[in-house]
């Protein structure tokens, strides 16, 4: 299936771009009052800045997973270090270190960071157009002047998902060498090269394939595309437990290739009475 079929909603915006992601009219305005979360009780538009980067990044659509290193020099072997750690220990199959100082820039404690969002849930969008609000001031704007970016924003929020769910990775880490590698890897990846390797995974344990990966082209963002019914069957109903996003993370320099499994609990992506995701 080819790439250009899908589009990647990034969280990179152009400068030109600011101007169509602020507020739109599609707001589910009943919800206000009810639940205990903000994204329930609030309109959108009323989130603050804490309260969006909570969604993007610890809320039901979106987690984050971690891998670290703890490393120890030693002051007489300074290549040598000795490293310890879960998931990320070193792989003895790689070999000895080499230039371990220069390519952790020193760093005690190398991480690598995946952060996961369901990018096809409302409230996630929500959250991106509430943060370029609060960037542009809208809050302090003239009516005419929200109406006219209100307009341009309807479009961006009022996408629908029916058949597809969108997941968009970013990854980090605090080592330049290794933030590299990733980049190199994930740039090169497919969707075929990953479809034995990413899926979905439903309460039953069935492993929903890849659609379409879509690399984000800034070094640090993909996209993965699931179907939203897989054997005639949906994806994900609201009585079944969880869902779960699963990947590979390759090897990097000593730290050995993992897992990456997180899971999303499916009674709390629930918005008005409808299951989000």
């Not at 040598?80 to 952790?104: E, F, M």
């Not at 542009?136 to 629908?160: G, H, V």
Request: glycine share 4%; with cysteine.
């Amino acid at each position: 299936m080819s790439r250009k079929k899908y589009c990647v909603l990034t969280d990179g915006f152009s400068k030109s771009s600011l101007s169509l992601l602020a507020p739109a009219l599609l707001l589910v305005t009943s919800a206000l009052g009810q639940g205990s979360e903000f994204w329930q009780r609030k309109d959108y538009r009323q989130w603050s800045q804490t309260e969006c980067q909570r969604l993007l990044e610890n809320s039901p659509w979106a987690k984050t997973h971690a891998l670290t290193q703890v490393v120890i020099e030693s002051l007489q072997s300074p290549r040598s270090p000795v490293i310890t750690s879960d998931p990320a220990a070193p792989d003895p199959s790689v070999g000895p270190v080499t230039s371990s100082t220069a390519d952790r820039a020193r760093e005690q404690r190398p991480e690598i960071k995946y952060s996961v969002q369901f990018r096809s849930a409302l409230p996630v969008r929500q959250a991106m157009v509430r943060l370029m609000q609060i960037a542009q001031k809208y809050d302090q704007m003239q009516p005419e002047q929200k109406r006219t970016i209100d307009q341009n924003a309807e479009q961006f929020l009022a996408k629908s998902f029916p058949d597809t769910a969108v997941v968009f990775v970013s990854f980090t880490s605090n080592v330049r060498e290794y933030q590299l590698e990733l980049s190199r890897h994930w740039q090169a990846q497919t969707t075929e090269t990953l479809k034995n390797l990413v899926f979905l995974i439903g309460s039953n344990g069935e492993r929903i394939p890849l659609v379409s990966y879509v690399w984000a082209g800034n070094g640090r963002d993909f996209q993965l595309v699931f179907p939203r019914t897989y054997k005639d069957h949906p994806t994900a109903v609201p009585r079944d437990k969880a869902i779960q996003v699963e990947f590979i993370h390759p090897r990097i320099r000593q730290q050995k290739e993992s897992r990456v499994l997180l899971e999303f609990k499916l009674e709390k992506m629930m918005m008005q009475g409808e299951l989000v995701f």
